[in-house]
């Protein structure tokens, strides 16, 4: 009998447990290109998560499917999505048939999507979103439309906008900022366990953005939600997530708490991700643009996707593809990782690549 300690579970107790999923976009009836491989993480219940990498790494395209909410020719052909639903059991989000998977959306799970205008029917008074959705959700009772009107007032209450002005509007007849606070009150509508939030206040002027972010967090305070949330503003991220996920080219390359990231990051990538921003607070420094870009979804590099732009790259990068390996084990899928050959190079980190 082997009685020795067993490493704990990260998924224990986990509210979503991403098992090396991959997703794609059909190409062909039998071919598709992947847009994101093989990722992996847990997050716990009331943990908020940011994901953050440049233009086109594929953070919508992972939210998408993690919710299965992808376009037509997205795909998800690879990995589990374990969700824990809120009588307990846990379902693969990947294999639900339609009338569940339905029925998950919104109730268990929601999306804000990015660019709030898109995500409203134009001929739909805000009102009928609501409508629509209770109603689309509602099982075996049948909601007045009275009922559903007056919860609707309270949410669009809790984003601090007004029902009265809002409700029977038409979205283009509303500015971007309250498009957006509707949006995230549509998504609360059904007290779902999981908000999944794409740029939540890109294209907003800044006095907007603060007040939809500080309500957010509030809101999180109060009904208690896990968020995943997609964002280009570090900044943001910073604030709002307890936790941070830098995706490249498609794939989670480190995870870790925000101080992890922001102080202790051990990616170059991530770390010349935080040092392109201009410092809000300490010493003004100039901030370093990388150099490159991306590389296409179609024609990845061998080894490591980062290498040709790393300025710490050796041989070995070019050839092995390095692991999401744990630099620091926490429970609550707190841990710091990162997929580097170079992250444990004592050299390189004991000042730390960061600015701290
Ligand atoms: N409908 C689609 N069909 C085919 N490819 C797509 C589709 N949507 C996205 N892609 C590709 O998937 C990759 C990831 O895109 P995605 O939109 O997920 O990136 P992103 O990180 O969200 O970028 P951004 O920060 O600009 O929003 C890109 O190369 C993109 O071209
Ligand atoms: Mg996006």
Redesign the pocket.
């Known amino acids: 009998m082997n009685d020795l300690p067993t490493a704990p579970d990260p998924s224990e107790g986990a509210l979503l447990s991403v098992r090396g999923v991959d997703v794609g ?1 059909r190409t062909g009836r039998r071919s598709h ?1 992947t ?1 994101v491989h093989d990722v992996s993480f847990d997050l716990h219940p009331g943990q908020s998560m940011a994901l953050v ?1 440049e ?7 992972l939210g998408l499917g993690l919710l299965r909410l992808l ?1 037509r ?2 795909v998800v052909p690879k990995g589990e999505i374990l969700f824990r639903r809120k009588d307990g059991t846990r379902v693969d989000v990947r294999t639900l048939e339609k009338e569940r998977l339905r029925r998950f959306r919104w109730n268990e799970a929601a999306m804000v999507f ?1 660019g709030a205008m898109n995500a409203f029917n134009p001929v739909l008074r805000i009102e009928d979103h609501f409508v629509d959705t209770f109603r689309a959700h509602e099982g075996g009772r049948r909601w007045p439309r009275k009922e559903i009107v007056e919860r609707s007032a309270e949410l669009l209450e809790m984003v601090r906008l007004d029902p009265s002005r809002v409700l029977r509007s038409f979205p283009h007849e509303l500015s971007g900022g309250m498009r957006q606070r509707s949006l995230i009150a549509l998504a609360l509508a059904l007290e779902p366990q999981l908000i999944i939030l794409d ?1 939540p206040t890109t294209a907003l002027d800044l006095l907007t953005q603060r007040s939809i972010v500080e309500r957010l967090a509030e809101l999180r305070e109060e009904l208690r939600f896990s968020m995943i949330f ?1 964002t ?1 503003d570090l900044g943001l991220a910073a604030e709002l997530a307890d936790r941070v996920g830098t ?1 490249y080219a498609g794939r989670l390359i480190e995870t870790g708490t925000t101080g992890d990231i922001f102080y202790r990051s051990r990616h170059p990538y991530t770390t010349a991700l935080i040092n392109s921003v201009p410092p809000v607070v300490g010493d003004l420094h100039v901030p370093e643009s990388l150099p490159g870009g991306p590389p296409s ?1 179609t024609s990845l590099p061998p080894g490591c996707s980062f290498a040709p732009r790393c300025s710490l790259a050796i041989a070995d990068c070019t050839t092995g593809r390095p692991s999401l390996d744990v630099l620091t084990p926490r429970g609550e899928g707190l841990s710091h990782a990162a997929a580097c050959l170079r992250a444990t190079d004592a050299e390189l980190h004991a000042e730390g690549v960061s600015r701290d």
């Open positions: 976009y290109v847009a990498g233009s086109g790494c594929g953070k919508t395209t376009p020719a997205g990015q740029e997609i280009h995706m979804l």
